[in-house]
């Protein structure tokens, strides 16, 4: 059964945090899970002390892993602190723990890497941040250059701003086309950017590479953790 087809008021949807996440790979998709009828939203953390985004704005939790409520929709986010998420034992033993009850098992930007490090993308498809895209495979995932992916109840999203798209789709698998179209209207989601250099197929290739080569030192550290992860898992 999907979710659509559940009573209205029954969709339990968790938000992961923790430090120096990026917030708007949280705040995107928790603007449209808020505005979703039949949903109740958790934000939850190690403590329920503020989480603080790699920005520095401090989120404040709803419940602790351990008093988490049932959860039909597991979600996670990107950002700096993934590399210390893919190593943290309680976040991704909280995630394997409630994977089989979950209906959706999903994530933005590099919150896919988490999963995957929770071994939760073995064989499916997905998606996240184009820097990181081949570290997915290193994790059993079938990396796929889409802005939102879905495979069987695992549906991802791509880089940040791609949280939005995300969310919409949820909100189609929550409460169907009509709300997802509604919500989008009322947040006047029609994205019109100034320039054309919002995905690596679009920008300079001067830009991409110079972004890439800034990103080196941390895409690296990410890649060692991603391969500690796969002789873990024994992939």
Not at 34 to 40: D, L, Y
Not at 138 to 151: H, I, S, Y
Not at 196 to 222: C, I, M, N, T, Y
Request: glycine content about 10%; overall charge negative.
């Amino acid at each position: 059964m999907s979710i659509s087809q559940q009573a209205a008021g029954s969709v339990s949807v968790g938000m992961v945090l923790f430090p120096d996440l990026t917030q708007l790979d949280l705040t995107g998709p928790y603007e449209v899970f808020a505005r979703t009828p039949g949903t109740e939203v958790h934000l939850l953390a190690s403590s329920t002390d503020p989480v603080r985004a790699e920005g520095g704005l401090a989120i404040v939790p709803d419940a602790t892993f351990a008093d988490a409520p049932h959860l039909d929709v597991l979600f996670v986010p990107g950002g700096a602190g993934v590399l210390a998420a893919m190593e943290d034992e309680e976040i991704l033993g909280f995630l394997a723990e409630r994977e089989p009850e979950a209906r959706y098992v999903t994530s933005v930007c590099t919150g896919s890497l988490i999963l995957g490090a929770a071994g939760l993308l073995r064989d499916y498809r997905a998606t996240t941040h184009w820097l990181s895209m081949d570290l997915l495979g290193m994790l059993g995932a079938e990396p796929t250059r889409e802005r939102v992916v879905k495979d069987r109840n695992r549906i991802t999203g791509g880089g940040i701003t791609a949280g939005i798209d995300f969310g919409l789709v949820m909100v189609m698998e929550i409460a169907g086309e009509d709300a997802a179209k509604e919500i989008q209207l009322m947040m006047e989601y029609a994205p019109d950017p100034p320039f054309g250099s919002g995905s690596p197929k679009s920008a300079d290739h001067a830009l991409v590479e110079s972004v890439r080569a800034k990103r080196g030192a941390v895409q690296k550290r990410r890649a060692e953790a991603a391969e500690r992860a796969r002789v873990r898992l024994g992939l």
